[in-house]
């Protein structure tokens, strides 16, 4: 899901670091402090999570969820995924320089989305009903990621919209995946620790 | 099973003080990463052919002397271009332009083949140079160099502990999968498969929040207030001089490159 450097137009690469940018500054207003080592640690969560491969048909692929990291981090999510890439990017060469900022908006975004839509319906009282949201975050997430993925490289070009149109069906296998692993992490999560689910948000006081 | 987060063979001693491998590890990482910047910014904005094969020879050549293990890290290049070669190869056949040969009634143009063989390289050389200037300094000195390039601070320290805390839940993570073999677990197809990698995912997530409560009781204890001290100094030496100097020429030979071929 990574773009790479060289293969979008100026304009996309610039609309996508000002987006970041502007994504980054917001979800660390939104983080005080205190809280900046529990989103270190999920954020490293995620990181790892993104190494997990898990088979389908005869191949695997790995894990995205930032539709969970979304449920989680809130608007924290932009600057913790960013994170994420900035590391993958500098130590594991996946993804690029200039395209650091439409990569992040690409993943991140989504993930603020899927978790604006969900929230709420992920700590509905019926077990059941928040199982099913957490498969919509996390599926929807995906969806959104490809979606964005695609834009970008149709924005660059006339020649990009097969290619652009090819990135959104190969990953409807990974949206099925991500939204059914979602539904069941969230399950769980509302089993065992459900203040984890929006624990980023502000407390109303 | 430790997770190496650094290419280079190069790790905290034991009194924490970074060690350096190579030539380029001894130059200043603020340097090394406005280097990276500039040399990106310069690659993704030339166009001829020349110029991008002369920028990843550049590019080749900082992996040598940031000592690299050269093996690996092209085997890490190769998996970032099985991701584009897709995208790369569909080009000729969607770009119009003079047809070069035709597969199935499809066409593909040589503007396409160009376009591809133009972002392959791109691609290619600012990764290498990025891996090679950046991905060889400790992580915690990347953090600290961004600190000192006026990164906001909050953004920092959340890269340091995410730093920190990837090494020790992938640990965690490697536990949690030797128990579910341990128990007969065995990734298939199947509903179960993803049940089970749904919960392993969920106990990650718990174990981490919970980790995260006690790591910030630790530091309250010994005073944390939210601001971590970043100690880190750096001064310029002679040796950053000469690397300044030598990244300013690439960079003039590049763009003198692509102007002389626009003209």
Redesign the interface.
């Known amino acids: 899901m990574h773009i790479v450097d060289g293969a979008l137009s100026n304009p996309v690469v610039v609309t996508g670091a000002v987006l970041a940018v502007g994504g980054v500054a917001y979800g660390l207003k939104k983080l005080p402090m205190e809280k900046i080592p529990a989103a270190g640690v999920l954020s490293a969560a995620f990181f790892v999570a993104s190494l997990i491969h898990v088979p389908i048909g005869p191949s695997s692929v790995h894990l995205i969820m930032n539709g969970l990291a979304g449920l989680i981090l809130g608007w924290a999510a932009f600057p913790a995924l960013f994170v994420g890439l900035l590391l993958q990017a500098a130590f594991f060469g996946f993804g690029g320089v200039t395209v650091l900022g439409i990569n992040t908006v690409n993943i991140a975004l989504p993930a603020v989305l899927a978790y604006l839509v969900c929230i709420k319906g992920v700590r509905s009282s019926n077990l059941t009903t928040a199982t099913v949201w957490g498969g919509v975050c996390g599926a929807l997430s995906i969806a959104l990621t490809t979606l964005f993925v695609a834009i970008s490289l149709a924005m660059t070009g006339e020649e990009f919209i097969p290619a652009a149109k090819f990135v959104f069906f190969a990953h409807i296998p990974v949206l099925v995946i991500e939204g059914l692993l979602s539904a069941v992490a969230v399950y769980f999560l509302r089993l065992v620790k459900p203040e984890v689910l929006g624990a980023f948000e502000e407390v109303k006081r | 099973m430790v997770?190496a987060?650094?290419?280079a063979a190069q790790t905290l001693d034991s009194t924490g003080r970074a060690t350096t491998l190579g030539l380029l590890g001894r130059i200043d990482p603020r340097a090394r990463l406005i280097a990276?910047?500039l040399f990106?910014?310069v690659?993704?904005?030339s166009h001829w052919i020349p110029t991008l094969l002369i920028a990843l020879a550049a590019s080749c050549t900082a992996m040598v002397f940031a000592q690299l293990p050269i093996a690996s890290?092209l085997k890490?290049?190769a998996?970032?271009d099985s991701?584009?070669i897709?995208?790369l190869i569909?080009?000729p056949?969607?770009?119009?332009g003079e047809a070069m040969f035709t597969v199935f009634g499809f066409p593909a143009s040589w503007e396409?083949l160009w376009?591809a063989v133009?972002?392959g390289?791109?691609?290619n050389a600012?990764?290498?140079m990025?891996?090679a200037l950046?991905?060889t300094?400790e992580?915690v000195t990347?953090g600290h160099a961004l600190h000192h390039l006026k990164v906001?601070e909050?953004?920092v320290?959340?890269?340091?502990?995410?730093?920190?805390?990837?090494e020790?839940?992938?640990e965690e993570?490697v536990r949690l999968k030797q128990a579910m073999k341990a128990r007969g677990f065995k990734?298939?197809?199947s509903l179960h498969?993803?049940?089970s990698?749904?919960?392993?995912?969920?106990?990650?997530?718990?174990r981490?929040?919970?980790?995260?409560?006690r790591?910030?009781d630790a530091?309250k204890c010994r005073g944390f207030t939210?601001?971590i001290p970043l100690l880190g100094r750096y001064e310029y030496t002679k040796r950053d001089t000469v690397f300044a100097a030598l990244m300013g020429a690439l960079l003039m030979i590049l763009i003198g490159t692509e102007i002389y071929h626009a003209v």
């Open positions: 997770l987060l650094s290419g990276t910047l990106a910014c690659v993704v904005a890290t890490r290049m998996a970032m991701f584009i897709f995208i569909l080009l056949f969607t770009m119009p396409g376009r133009e972002i390289l791109k691609a600012v990764v290498l990025l891996m950046v991905g300094m992580a990347l906001p909050r953004l320290h959340l890269l340091l502990f995410t730093v920190r805390y990837i020790v839940l992938y993570h990734a298939r197809n498969t993803y049940r990698y749904g919960y392993l995912l969920g106990m990650m997530l718990v981490a929040m919970e980790r995260s409560e790591i910030l530091m939210g601001r």
